[in-house]
């Protein structure tokens, strides 16, 4: 079965950090683009950060810039996204995706929760 | 980084056709065929309809389909069912080597 498994969200103060991890299954992860797209309460879809295939390409929204990272471990079949500075605005649902650079996102997880509050 | 607009709500009866546009610039949807639409159902992950403009992944009803002219894009549905109700957000590489979706629109069968 094709699957992308999110973890690694919660509750965190303002400032703070967060790693959240997707592990995938059921296909060849090391020949998809993979990408952390987030869903604030309430609100529609943005794109957070994607990675090409071989780690080699890293593309960030500017409102995460410098603050976030993104990074894939092809041999765990994991990618992951490095949160630090925490801020409000970040509390989100985080979904992971892969797929083509040029098709589009064809797998997505089910989505783990970031809450940033204190 | 603009979100492309979308229209915030469409909606049609059973049987009939809509299409949802998705307008960007000379910069996004005008300047590649990176194009790609999502339905989203409440409190479900996005699921891809149609990639790289009108491409339908396996699965996918042939009532979708994809198109675009300049810089907009646009996603219709025909032979509207029940099931098709749910949010649709279009999706645009840009010339910024940066990715931006569309607000999103509303499907209401009636």
């Known amino acids: 079965e094709v699957q992308l498994v999110e973890s690694g969200g919660g509750l965190v103060q303002p400032g703070g950090s967060l790693r959240l991890s997707c592990v995938a299954s059921g296909f060849t992860f090391s020949g998809y683009w993979m990408t952390w797209v987030r869903q604030a309460p309430g609100k529609g879809l943005e794109w957070v950060a994607n990675?090409?295939?071989?780690?080699?390409?890293?593309y960030y929204v500017d409102s995460v810039k410098g603050r976030f990272t993104i990074s894939r471990d092809n041999a765990k079949n994991s990618v992951y996204l490095q949160m630090n500075s925490l801020r409000a605005e970040d509390t989100a649902v985080y979904y992971c995706a892969g797929g083509g650079v040029n098709y589009g996102m064809d797998i997505w997880g089910q989505g783990t929760t970031v809450t940033v509050s204190s | 980084q603009s979100a492309l607009t979308q229209p915030a709500s469409v909606s049609g009866s059973p049987g009939q056709s809509v299409t949802i546009s998705c307008t960007g610039t000379t910069s996004d949807v005008g300047a590649y065929n990176r194009v790609s639409w999502y339905q989203q159902r409440p409190d479900k992950a996005p699921k891809l309809m149609i990639g790289e403009v009108n491409i339908r992944p396996s699965g996918v009803s042939n009532r979708f389909s994809g198109s675009k002219s300049g810089n907009t894009a646009s996603l219709t549905i025909s032979g509207l069912q029940a099931e098709d109700e749910a949010d649709y957000y279009c999706?645009?590489?840009?010339?910024?080597?940066?990715?931006?979706f569309g607000g999103g629109t509303r499907l209401t069968v009636l």
């Open positions: 990675i090409k295939e071989d780690g080699s390409d890293k």
């Open positions: 999706y645009s590489y840009t010339t910024e080597k940066t990715w931006v």
